[in-house]
């Protein structure tokens, strides 16, 4: 059962990465087309923080499925992924809204980031908690403190997710749509992962 909840996170992080490279962000204007090459070039640090998102997802739910318990160091890697993950999704709204303004779907990452770096703190929590040295009579009481709000507002983003799916899947934007489903997928494998062990 683990091992299809690890899968439940990883697979749908690396289909965020495909969906934020494959959604256009990289296509060339056709020659000619300066007024094409100018929105190309203001919308390039947006695709730059989007893929960069996505990578980060990734990367810390490759580090949660394989590494968290079997190499040292979750307590310090587990900090820096949140904070990582919130420096961007602040980036990706101020980018965002110093450019064309803020979308849906930079709101989106920026939730995603958020939800994210709460859900693998809850972890680090839990795994700090549940340690021999962690054993005296506040062992843990941070994670479960914590643990009502982070599942709200896991299952909260989880079902925006699932809306902004199929708003987009009725625009036509499949790949956008794909994304969403995926964040979804993963946030509640997350959450299914993260809170037993708080």
């Known amino acids: 059962m683990t091992e299809l909840l690890h899968a439940g996170m990883v697979i749908p992080a690396s289909i965020g990465v495909?969906?934020?490279?494959?959604?256009?962000?990289?296509?060339t204007p056709a020659a000619g087309s300066s007024g094409r090459r100018r929105a190309v070039l203001v919308a390039v640090p947006g695709r730059v923080l989007a893929v960069l998102a996505s990578l980060l997802m990734l990367g810390a739910m490759v580090d949660m499925a394989?590494?968290?318990?079997?190499?040292?160091?979750?307590?310090?890697?587990?900090?820096?992924?949140?904070?990582?993950?919130?420096?961007?999704?602040?980036?990706?709204?101020?980018?965002?809204?110093?450019?064309?303004?803020?979308?849906?779907?930079?709101?989106?990452?920026?939730?995603?980031?958020?939800?994210?770096?709460?859900?693998?703190?809850?972890?680090?929590?839990?795994?700090a908690g549940s340690g021999a040295a962690a054993?005296?009579?506040?062992?843990?009481?941070?994670?479960?403190?914590?643990?009502?709000?982070?599942?709200?507002?896991a299952v909260a983003f989880a079902?925006?997710?699932?809306?902004?799916?199929?708003?987009?899947?009725?625009?036509?934007?499949?790949?956008?749509?794909?994304?969403?489903v995926a964040m979804s997928a993963m946030t509640l494998a997350m959450l299914i992962v993260s809170i037993p062990a708080s």
Not at 76 to 83: E, H, I, K, N
């Open 66 to 127: 394989f590494f968290a318990g079997a190499v040292p160091g979750w307590a310090g890697r587990s900090v820096v992924w949140a904070a990582s993950m919130v420096v961007v999704a602040i980036a990706v709204v101020a980018v965002a809204r110093a450019s064309v303004g803020v979308t849906q779907v930079d709101l989106h990452r920026a939730l995603g980031l958020v939800v994210t770096a709460a859900l693998v703190v809850a972890l680090h929590a839990g795994a």
């Open 135 to 153: 054993s005296g009579a506040h062992a843990g009481h941070e994670a479960t403190s914590f643990a009502p709000v982070i599942v709200a507002g």
């Open 159 to 180: 079902a925006y997710s699932a809306l902004h799916a199929v708003r987009a899947h009725r625009l036509g934007a499949r790949v956008r749509a794909l994304d969403a």
């Open 18 to 27: 495909c969906c934020s490279v494959g959604t256009g962000a990289w296509s």
